[in-house]
T-cell receptor, first 117, second 114 residues
Framework: DTGVSQDPRHKITKRGQNVTFRCDPISEHNRLYWYRQTLGQGPEFLTYFQNEAQLEKSRLLSDRFSAERPKGSFSTLEIQRTEQGDSAMYLC???????????????FGPGTRLTVL | TQLLEQSPQFLSIQEGENLTVYCNSSSVFSSLQWYRQEPGEGPVLLVTVVTGGEVKKLKRLTFQFGDARKDSSLHITAAQPGDTGLYLCAGEKEEITNAGKSTFGDGTTLTVKP
C-alpha cells in the first residue's frame, strides 16, 4: 500500500494527558498537511510542511498543538494537556507541489479518531 | 461564515435517480477539488478542476467548475447505493499567499436507497 498512513487509527485518552499522532505520507510527496474534522463539518486546516519546513502554523488551534516533520518524511502532531473539545478526527494529507507557490492535489490518510474522556 | 458553501446539506434519494450538489463561494479559487468520504475514513479525491468552465466526467459523475472559478457542481446520473457518502468540495484561494491552504466546505451527505 503506497497511500498515506496514520497511526494510531483510534486513541482514547483522559483529559489532561498528552497525545501524539504519526503520519507517513506518500513517499515522493514533499508537502504534508494536518487537518481536524468534527462531526458534521468538513476538514479544518491546521498546518502544513514543505519538506521539513513548517510553512503555516498560525491556524493551529492553540499553543497546546504542535507538529514536526524533522526529516521531511513522516510527521507527528502532538496535543498537550488534552481537553474534551479536542475530540475529533485528525487527518493527514500529502501532495507533490512543483514550486513553493503551486497548486497541488492532496491525498488523505484514514485519520486518527481521538476521544478525550 | 463558510468560505465554501455546499448545498444541500443532506440528500436522500432512490436508486436510479439523478442528483446535483453545489459548492459556492464569493471568492475566486485557483483550483477546486471534490472528495468523497465514508464514515470513519479520510476523504478520497474524485477530481480536481482548475480552468473556469471546465467539465470533467468520471463514469456517472460530472463535475463542472464555474466560468468565474467561484463555484462548482457535481452531477450524478442514475445514483447507486455505493454512491452513498459525504461529498466535500475544497479549494485554494487564488491569492499566492494561500498556496497550500485548502479550505473545505461542510459537505453534502448523500444517501442512496436501494
Amino acid at each position: 500500500d503506497t497511500g498515506v498512513s496514520q497511526d494510531p487509527r483510534h486513541k482514547i485518552t483522559k483529559r489532561g494527558q498528552n497525545v501524539t499522532f504519526r503520519c507517513d505520507p506518500i513517499s515522493e510527496h514533499n508537502r504534508l498537511y494536518w487537518y481536524r474534522q468534527t462531526l458534521g463539518q468538513g476538514p479544518e486546516f491546521l498546518t502544513y510542511f514543505q519538506n521539513e519546513a513548517q510553512l503555516e502554523k498560525s491556524r493551529l488551534l492553540s499553543d497546546r498543538f504542535s507538529a514536526e516533520r524533522p526529516k521531511g518524511s513522516f510527521s507527528t502532531l502532538e496535543i498537550q494537556r488534552t481537553e474534551q473539545g479536542d475530540s475529533a478526527m485528525y487527518l493527514c494529507a500529502s501532495s507533490l507541489a512543483q514550486t513553493s507557490f503551486s497548486t497541488d492535489t492532496q491525498y488523505f490518510g484514514p485519520g486518527t479518531r481521538l476521544t478525550v474522556l | 461564515t463558510q468560505l465554501l458553501e455546499q448545498s444541500p446539506q443532506f440528500l436522500s434519494i432512490q436508486e436510479g435517480e439523478n442528483l446535483t450538489v453545489y459548492c459556492n463561494s464569493s471568492s475566486v479559487f485557483s483550483s477546486l477539488q471534490w472528495y468523497r468520504q465514508e464514515p470513519g475514513e479520510g476523504p478520497v479525491l474524485l477530481v480536481t478542476v482548475v480552468t473556469g468552465g471546465e467539465v470533467k466526467k468520471l463514469k456517472r459523475l460530472t463535475f463542472q467548475f464555474g466560468d468565474a472559478r467561484k463555484d462548482s457542481s457535481l452531477h450524478i446520473t442514475a445514483a447507486q447505493p455505493g454512491d452513498t457518502g459525504l461529498y466535500l468540495c475544497a479549494g485554494e484561494k487564488e491569492e499566492i499567499t494561500n498556496a497550500g491552504k485548502s479550505t473545505f466546505g461542510d459537505g453534502t451527505t448523500l444517501t442512496v436507497k436501494p
